[in-house]
């Protein structure tokens, strides 16, 4: 495979899938597919009728069609892995429980609602419908390591402190505000401080102008400390004590200094909400824009590459990434400008069959005669734009 991280394999994506694990010397850590939606318009893979003749509700057919294929999808999955599916309301019921009958709804981890349209179709009779989703599944729940935070769900404004060097930070309070966490279920954890409020100091011993601080909830009842007495004589200055206004009368409490700019690995993360909005992972018209500007306006509704780049960001830079509805090769773009940002090194396995073009469609007129065509063509333009290399393989 050489040193290409965007590969392409145009077939059935049901006869490629059992094939990956040998192609790619192991199993797959993350699965992104944007499948046919089922609007009522024909889709690829179709079929109406059961083997006794009798025809199938358009539903049926679609879920008859997605079945095995995710059957195969967890097949090459790793154990550790995930799988994201897009879909929008006309199957979202019938796929949630479709993916609960292969992946087991134990390892759901999340519906996830995306605004890919701010304005809303204004079509059609009803609401302005704005949103899709994005169905979340684990391989095993148990042992994913998909981290469901990023450092883009972080927000500055959440800091408003400074230090005189410029450092952000905020005040959290070092007492465990959860009753369930009190000095009966967590003892090492309640006991005193003492702290100066005129200069902040807190100590777990006693120093001269302290006084002695005892954890306790609003009510007066006793609390404990989110830290441990080691941990606090481990980071002194990182603890502050000051006093606070109640209606019953000012009081002495003690905070943690709480740093935007982490020092941990990747920095600050936050887990990521379940609804996604335009601005933070682009819309509708901001894919076809990234797909016009490479390959020009050659398929209808592409996904944004931020989209999916948030998607990559819960799996480690290093994943194998696997999209078997590859469409317009959103997914590939989106991994090779990841990469190029972090310095990973995913590879991104783009699947797609030959399913021709409509003629008199955009894309038929710019000489792209299957669906395939589109999907290498954004591809090789990725290669030459943003980097990563492109080969095509053949199963």
């Known amino acids: 495979m050489g040193e290409a991280r965007n590969l392409f394999v145009e077939g059935d994506n049901l006869d490629v899938l059992p094939t990956l694990p040998a192609l790619l010397g192991g199993p797959v850590d993350l699965v992104y597919i944007d499948p046919p939606y089922n609007t009522g318009n024909d889709f690829a893979y179709r079929d109406d009728f059961r083997s006794d ?30 799988i994201f599916v897009s879909i929008d309301d006309n199957e979202v019921a019938h796929l949630r429980l479709l993916m609960d009958e292969v992946y087991g709804e134990e390892n759901l981890l999340a519906q996830v609602v995306v605004n890919l349209n701010p304005k809303g179709r204004q079509l059609g009779k009803g609401f ?20 469901a935070s990023s450092p883009d769900a972080v927000d500055e404004r959440d800091f408003p402190l400074t230090t005189p060097d410029g450092r952000r930070f905020r005040h959290l309070p070092l007492r465990n505000t959860n009753k ?4 009966l279920t967590a003892r090492t954890l309640h006991f005193a401080l003492w702290g100066d409020p005129a200069s902040g100091r807190v100590s777990t011993a006693p120093f001269e102008g302290a006084v002695e601080i005892e954890p306790v909830f609003g009510d007066g009842r006793p609390a404990v400390w989110r830290w441990s007495r080691p941990l606090i004589d481990e980071r002194p200055d990182d603890v502050v004590c000051r006093v606070v206004k109640a209606r019953a009368g000012d009081r002495i409490d003690v905070y943690q200094r709480d740093w935007l700019e982490r020092d941990t690995p990747g920095g600050r993360r936050k887990k990521l909400r379940t609804i996604w909005l335009a601005e933070e992972v682009g819309s509708t018209d901001t894919a076809v824009a990234e797909l016009k500007e490479l ?43 990841q990469n190029a940002a972090d310095g990973g090194t995913r590879r991104c396995v783009s699947i797609n069959s030959a399913e021709p073009t409509r003629p008199g469609s955009n894309a038929h007129a710019a000489g792209l005669l299957s669906v395939a065509d589109i999907t290498r063509a954004r591809l090789q333009a990725v290669a030459d734009t943003v980097g990563g290399g492109y080969e095509e393989l053949s199963v």
């Open 53 to 82: 003749g009798s025809r199938r509700s358009r539903h049926q057919a679609w879920v008859a069609m997605m079945r095995p294929r995710l059957v195969a999808a967890r097949e090459v999955l790793a154990e550790t892995g995930a």
């Open 128 to 147: 302005a419908t704005n949103h899709e989703y994005v169905l979340v599944y684990a391989r095993d729940a148990r042992r994913t390591v998909l981290d």
């Open 180 to 183: 369930k966490f009190n000095p």
């Open 295 to 337: 390959v020009g306006h050659v398929f209808e509704s592409p996904k944004p590459t931020g989209l999916v780049r948030r998607i990559l960001g819960t799996m480690p830079d290093d994943a194998l990434v696997v999209d078997f509805f590859a469409g317009s090769g959103t997914t590939g773009h989106a991994v090779a400008l």
